[in-house]
């Protein structure tokens, strides 16, 4: 605990989270996970699983509390060490929900229903349209400004709600004094909107209609060979790097210098010449090869439940430290009277 006290002396703050929803997609892996490993040492790191946003979606209670533990265990097994980053479940944080409710009365409902993502998830889910889905982006604002966050790793698709964030930051700030710490997000180079392999224009989703355009990180060896060998490209032969007038083989490109550590022009000349069969039965094997090493260690995490409890408690700890003295702070600058 002091450990980590006196690395924020020095250090920055990353703050970042997934939903436990669905499968994870290597869009995920590469839009965020990956960034967050390789920032973990740079960093003092704060990694939630936001079970409190995946409920904006009508979620199986049964299948929401697995998948808290297997995205923790993913976490894990894709290289963040509970030993030096804090890894936790928001709702053991109550703090969150207690800052997002002083932050909506700093947030306009025309802000929020100009959402891209709740416009999209409206769509989707037009028989659920809950005040929830609406207030999303107030709830992730929340997670971030408690734990005085310096930079955010996200994907594209979280650029808006970054925006926000950081407006209602500022806004809070003007009207009292000094109070958030206004965030930067980061983003991948390449690789910060993944596409679908089947229409590359749409973002690879976890709650894709077509699995066949998405590789889940729980996917076999065979399945993800068979779906990037489905990949759409172009008619022409030539694997370059030009997302607007090739964006399938863009796209797998940038899936397959993430997953082999080789730079893109490294990885068209290493295609020069060769057919897009061959291209895409190596980016199916970049992937399977990397992918199969976190499967099993995701598995043998798994299998021992008490170990992942007791990384969650120690989480929620540090981070309600954390948390709860920037809301004792907020709270005391609206005027709550406290004790
Ligand atoms: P859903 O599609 O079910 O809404 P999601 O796949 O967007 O979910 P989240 O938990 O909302 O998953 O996102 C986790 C992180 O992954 C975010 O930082 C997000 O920006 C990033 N991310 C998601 N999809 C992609 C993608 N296709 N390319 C790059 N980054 C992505
Ligand atoms: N909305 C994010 C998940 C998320 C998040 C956060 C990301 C919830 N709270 C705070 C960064 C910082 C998403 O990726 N869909």
């Not at 408690?146 to 209602?168: A, N, S």
């Amino acid at each position: 605990m002091e450990e980590v006290e006196q690395q924020k002396v020095n250090k920055k703050v990353l703050y970042s989270a997934v939903q436990p929803t669905n499968a994870l997609t290597i869009g995920n892996y590469i839009g965020a996970i990956k960034n967050m490993v390789a920032m973990q040492d740079e960093y003092t790191c704060f990694f939630a699983i936001a079970n409190m946003h995946a409920i904006t979606v009508r979620q199986v209670p049964a299948q929401l509390r697995q998948k808290t533990l297997s995205l923790l265990a993913l976490y894990m097994a894709c290289g963040l060490d509970p030993n030096r980053c804090t890894l936790y479940v928001q709702s053991h944080v109550p703090c969150h929900a207690e800052l997002a409710w002083v932050l909506n009365t700093f947030t306009y409902v025309g802000e929020m229903e100009r959402m891209t993502q709740f416009k999209d998830k409206s769509a989707k889910h037009a028989d659920n349209i809950n005040m929830g889905l609406m207030d999303y982006p107030v709830l992730m604002a929340a997670d971030i400004l408690l734990y005085k966050t310096d930079v955010v790793p996200v994907g594209i698709d979280q650029r808006q709600h970054l925006e926000i964030c950081r407006d209602i930051a500022i806004r809070f700030n003007n009207i009292y004094s000094p109070t958030f710490v206004v965030p930067e997000g980061v983003y991948p180079k390449v690789g910060a909107k993944i596409g679908d392999l089947l229409d590359p224009s749409k973002k690879m989703s976890k709650s894709a209609e077509n699995a066949n355009g998405t590789i889940f990180m729980d996917d076999d060896r065979d399945t993800i060979i068979r779906k990037f060998k489905r990949a759409v490209t172009d008619s022409d032969s030539e694997v370059r790097y030009d997302p607007e007038n090739k964006p399938g083989v863009s796209n797998l490109l940038s899936i397959y210098t993430a997953f082999s550590g080789k730079s893109i022009e490294e990885a068209e000349r290493e295609f020069a010449g060769r057919g897009y069969g061959d291209f895409k039965l190596a980016v199916g094997e970049a992937v399977a090869d990397k992918l199969a090493p976190v499967q099993s260690e995701q598995a043998r995490l798994l299998s021992d439940k008490e170990y992942l409890n007791s990384v969650l408690k120690a989480g929620a700890e540090r981070a309600y430290k954390v948390a709860s003295s920037t809301l004792s702070k907020v709270y005391r600058k609206i005027g709550f009277y406290q004790l």
